[in-house]
């Protein structure tokens, strides 16, 4: 039996790396290369070949080839030293607290042996789903025969127990205590985890009968919420930069890569989980296609239903073959043109949430586009300038809220702003005014002296609700108070207190100033009242010039001549309304 100094002797430690890290020269014995443990642009990864250690000077990670092994492949040391081992052609003994899972992997071989013996039985049905003899033998197809105790009888005479079969998934005990065959007249698919050992089965009948698909139960191997059937072989599309196309069944994943899409695998009947998404990152995975044969409402409700995990580290798409067919009954009627187009197209995951969150709360008022960002908070608060995720849906929040990139950082990185995200606040993230935040200012100032809303000429239009409704509210009011009680209890209450607030932040004067600091209020209320109102005139009577370019480009020579003179009458007025301002200055 060899030693662990047996094994390291034989290998090389960088031919070890570089099956996970381009490796580059950086010196004598010194090669580099972008950590596989964290995000990097610059190479701060290094191995020494002459001393057997690789280091990080970005993350801190190190070690020799073990534990290089047990951190990229999430592997315990007896595991790493087995598998390293059997690369070297080293046999080493397992120590104590080592052995259950090598022994279900052996007894799981047992079985695969077993059924791949009664293949012949379900050959029909499988040339019949369009796969291929080769295929077949390729992912180790096999059946399990009717019979309750079959596979048991075989296994007792090859010195196998019955708890090492029931600790494996492929007995099952009732309440009586009787122990029968699990698997029993099903088409057996093997399933192996990322490093390619045999961990369980999943089962299909040939009929009606149910359950349709049976799995190997929880062991201490088979763990369904960290496994994806095909990433064994799927995984090699990783190391070339591809993405992964997640489907919902085994036979869907083995006609994927029959005819060619070998970034197939398939989750065992659960959704994709944090745990998932944790090994699909560590090895090398970018971008995730989710084809499930399901209707746009049903693509929804899947990226709907998404852990957030998922989500933030990689790039999701959904899609469905076009013809409403599973993947596998596409291929077998000759749709492949029809799988390229799903995996070219569907629904971006960063774009569904942006697109839910404005759907639910609208973009119209400043609490839509507030609760809008708290929605979408979670997905953007990693400031990592790696997380390309985190990254694209800030730069898409930013675009559609017309946010300046920076002011978003600065208010995710503020906490407190995350609590208390104010109008005022969502004003000034603003890419520029809006006639919208102007409204609010505006009506700040009326709330200081509402009989100041007699200087409004009465022909604006207001497009803040609220505005509207305190603006109606506050014909005839002379006081503030008589505005709040109008809407005592209602939702437009906070909005005026916190505006009175606002605007009549007098800290710690003195009572002999109150006076006339209330009078200084007023003058600056009346005085801010008309300037605004001139803002809010001029904007619009832009929007308008804009409009009226927009038709220029589109009319005849005889409605041009008129547009553009409509336009220059339009200009006239911004130019007289912004001489009116300068004047009251």
């Known amino acids: 039996m060899g030693t662990k100094e047996d094994v390291r002797a034989k290998l090389d430690i960088a031919d070890i790396i570089g099956e996970y890290v381009h490796l580059t020269p950086a010196g004598r014995g010194r ?33 020799d080839v073990f534990s290089f092994v047990q951190s990229i492949e999430n592997l315990s040391f007896g595991d790493a030293l087995r598998k ?93 205590g009787r122990v029968y065959d699990r698997f029993r007249g099903r088409v057996m698919f093997p399933i192996r985890d990322h490093l390619g050992r045999l961990v369980g089965f999943g089962g299909r009948v040939l009929d009606d009968s149910k359950p349709k698909y049976l799995n190997t139960p929880e062991t201490g191997a088979f763990k369904k919420g960290e496994l994806l059937y095909g990433l064994d072989k799927a995984r090699t599309v ?70 957030q995990v998922v989500g933030a580290r990689f790039r999701v798409r959904a899609t469905s073959v076009p013809s409403g067919k599973d993947p596998a009954d596409a291929l077998q009627a000759g749709d492949r043109a029809g799988i390229i187009r799903a995996l070219e197209g569907g629904l971006d995951e960063t774009e569904y949430r942006i697109q839910a969150a404005v ?15 708290m929605a979408l908070l979670p997905r953007m608060q990693n400031l990592d300038p790696l997380d390309e995720s985190s990254e694209r849906m800030r730069a898409r929040t930013c675009e559609l809220l017309d946010i300046r990139p920076s002011a978003l950082l600065e208010w995710i990185a503020s906490k407190a702003k995350r609590r208390t995200l104010t109008d005022t606040h969502l004003a000034g993230m603003s890419a520029r005014p809006h006639e919208e935040d102007r409204e609010l200012a505006l009506l700040k100032q009326l709330l200081l002296d509402p009989t100041l809303l007699a200087k409004l000429d009465g022909t604006q239009s207001w497009r803040n609700e609220s505005v509207r409704k305190v603006m109606l509210a506050a014909q005839g009011s002379h006081t503030p108070d008589e505005i709040l009680e109008v809407f005592r209890g209602q939702p437009e209450e906070q909005l005026l207190i916190r505006l009175l607030f606002e605007g009549r932040n007098s800290g710690t004067i003195s009572r002999a100033g109150a006076q006339e600091y209330e009078s200084k209020c007023h003058r600056y209320a009346a005085a801010a009242v008309d300037d605004i109102q001139v803002g809010l005139s001029i904007e619009s009577l832009r929007a308008e010039v804009d409009f009226l370019r927009k038709q220029v480009a589109q009319a005849d020579a005889q409605e041009q001549a008129g547009l553009l003179r409509q336009i220059g009458e339009l200009q006239r007025a911004i130019e007289a309304e912004k001489r009116a301002r300068r004047a009251s200055a």
């Open 238 to 307: 990783l190391k070339e930069g591809g993405s992964l196309c997640v489907v919902e069944g085994y036979m869907d994943v083995i006609a994927l890569h029959q005819h060619g899409f070998t970034g197939a695998v398939a989750s065992l009947g659960t959704a994709l989980t944090a745990e998932h998404a944790a090994l699909l990152e560590r090895l090398g995975a970018r971008e995730l296609v989710l084809m499930f044969d399901q209707d746009e409402a049903g693509l929804k409700a899947t990226l709907s239903g998404l852990d």
């Open 31 to 63: 090669l580099k290369g972008l950590c596989p443990f964290h995000k990097e642009k610059s190479p701060s990864f290094q191995v020494d070949t002459e001393q057997g250690y690789y280091y990080c000077f970005g993350c801190k990670a190190g070690g």
């Open 359 to 373: 759907e639910s709360f609208g973009l119209a008022t400043t609490d839509g586009k507030r609760r809008v960002l």
């Open 84 to 176: 390293l081992a059997e690369r070297a052609g080293v046999q080493i003994e397992a120590k104590y607290g080592e052995k259950t899972s090598r022994d279900l992997y052996d007894v799981n071989a047992f079985a695969l042996t077993y059924f791949r013996e009664h293949l012949g039985a379900a050959l029909e049905y499988l040339r019949g789903r369009g796969l291929s003899d080769e295929t077949i033998a390729d992912f180790e197809l096999g059946y399990a025969p009717d019979g309750w105790d079959r596979l048991l009888q075989k296994a007792r005479t090859h010195g196998l127990s019955e708890r090492q079969l029931l600790e494996a998934g492929l007995l099952t005990q009732n309440e009586q």
